[in-house]
């Protein structure tokens, strides 16, 4: 059965970090596009950083320096560090795994960044 399954959201305050985990199961991470997403109240799905099956990363402006993608082949996970959070980073954040035709995402996780 392929499975995304994404944790490691929660309350922070402004400038804290959270580092979030989408853990794969019935496909390999290496072959696939892996990408967050995320989705604030009232707002369309984002996508937010992605790492290729090569292993190039990709991230949107507004998290440029502060979020870094990275992965685990070995344990089929992939990470998404989150520093310097800001209140607008606050979303339900999603995983994607990607290799067209296939499309699979997890379960989103909650971030709130507030004081």
């Known amino acids: 059965e392929v499975q995304l399954q994404a944790c490691g959201g929660g309350l922070v305050q402004p400038g804290g970090s959270l580092r979030l985990s989408c853990a794969a199961s019935g496909f390999s991470i290496g072959d696939y596009t892996i990408g967050w997403f995320r989705q604030a109240p009232g707002k369309k799905r984002e996508g937010a950083s992605c790492?290729?099956?090569?292993?190039?990363?990709y991230y949107v402006d507004s998290v440029k320096g502060r979020f870094t993608i990275s992965r685990d082949v070995a344990k089929n996970t992939v990470y998404l560090q989150m520093n310097n959070l800001e209140p607008e980073d606050t979303a339900v954040y999603y995983c994607?795994?990607?290799?067209?035709?296939?499309?699979?995402w997890g379960q989103g996780t909650q971030v709130t960044v507030s004081s």
């Open positions: 994607r795994g990607a290799n067209p035709p296939y499309n699979y």
């Open positions: 790492i290729s099956a090569g292993g190039r990363t």
